[in-house]
């Protein structure tokens, strides 16, 4: 099991970017939450196995999300027993 935390800068304030977030993440097995920052960020906090948050981290990636993801920032760590996936 692993913990994703994803920086994602670009457009993808009120574009519907954290509920295909979550969609994607319950998709794959995971949880978290997808959270706005008040700099126009999201933060994207995933736990499961590492096939599955690398999955997510390349869909963040992969230019398929709502509005335009310009940069992704990855950190990776250890899981902290969430669940369920939260929209922030």
Do not use: Y
Not at 28 to 33: D, I, R
Not at 35 to 46: E, I, Q, S
Request: glycine share 12%.
């Amino acid at each position: 099991m692993n913990r994703l935390t994803a920086f994602v800068h670009g457009h993808v304030q009120g574009v519907g970017f954290r509920w295909h977030t979550r969609a994607k993440a319950l998709e794959l097995g995971l949880t978290g939450s997808a959270t706005n920052l008040v700099d126009g960020r999201v933060c994207v906090v995933a736990e499961g196995p590492a096939a599955a948050c690398e999955s997510l981290l390349a869909w963040l990636r992969s230019g398929t999300t709502p509005g335009s993801v310009t940069t992704v920032i990855d950190q990776w760590s250890d899981p902290r027993g969430l669940s369920g996936f939260e929209v922030r």
